[in-house]
């Protein structure tokens, strides 16, 4: 069946990160090797804490809110994180918490924001794609301001209504939900959509847990785990859409 509707996730799928740098994982902690824009804001708000405290508090507070998503996937801010991370070595509400918590956020959204490009070809799939299908996106991201930022810096926002981001929505992908209600506001049912991502535990079950078909993008031709449901098409390029979609 032609879908009336086409579904996105965004990172890793539409807006990729470079492949030459160790990014944080949106929503997650940041990786050792590129930690200087967290080091400078803590240093210089809390001068006597010692960075490598926060980072491993940091880690915990991040290990703990994976532990904990299933099976509701609540998803907790960006700025949420790094207070309870903050809370962890001492730094309490009444000591400013708060306020560093989001100047460590931002700091930290601004280096995601730094490191993410949009291969000029993924532009063209979905103006591609725009012109028969409508558009929307889901996306798992702690900071609902920044994704639309990066959606709106590389010219794409435009193409999707609607946007669906968990920081706003409050639950994550794979919780059905969230489908469901992109699903609402893009007017169609699961049976006449499709979700296009690269994320087998949160894009492949989440889409299926709703009744949307899925496509994977799997740009590494990795196996698919078990228990993960098949989707009905496997990529290893999103440009590989346009030939499965576009008469």
């Known amino acids: 069946m032609t ?11 539409v807006v990729h990160f470079r492949a030459d740098v160790a990014a944080a994982p949106p929503g997650g902690a940041p990786r050792r090797p590129a930690l200087g824009w967290l080091r400078a804001t803590l240093e210089h708000d809390c001068p006597d804490v010692a960075f490598d405290d926060f980072l491993a508090a940091l880690m915990r507070v ?28 001492g730094i309490d509400s009444d000591s400013g918490a708060g306020d560093l918590a989001e100047r460590l956020s931002l700091a930290h959204m ?20 725009a012109g028969q299908y409508r558009l929307g996106l889901v996306s798992n991201f702690d900071h609902a301001p920044t994704g639309r930022r990066i959606l709106a810096m590389h010219g794409i926002a435009r193409f999707f209504a609607p946007i669906l981001i968990s920081d706003e929505f409050g639950r994550r992908k794979p919780h059905p939900s969230i489908f469901a209600a992109a699903l609402t506001r893009i007017g169609v049912a699961a049976v006449d959509a499709l979700y296009v991502g690269d994320s087998a535990a949160e894009d492949l079950v989440g889409a299926h847990r709703a009744g949307v078909r899925a496509v994977w993008v799997n740009a590494q031709a990795d196996a698919l785990p078990e228990g993960v449901p098949r ?16 008469s």
């Open 231 to 246: 989707p009905c098409h496997e990529v290893r390029r999103l440009t590989e859409l346009v030939p499965l979609l576009v």
């Open 3 to 13: 879908p009336r509707a086409v579904l996105f996730d965004l990172f890793g799928t």
């Open 110 to 129: 601004e280096y995601l924001t730094s490191l993410t490009v949009m291969p000029p070809e993924h532009t063209e799939v979905l103006e591609a794609l």
């Open 62 to 89: 991040s290990q703990e809110l994976t532990r904990q998503r299933p099976p509701e996937f609540h998803e907790v801010p960006s700025r949420e994180r790094f207070r309870r991370a903050l809370a962890q070595i």
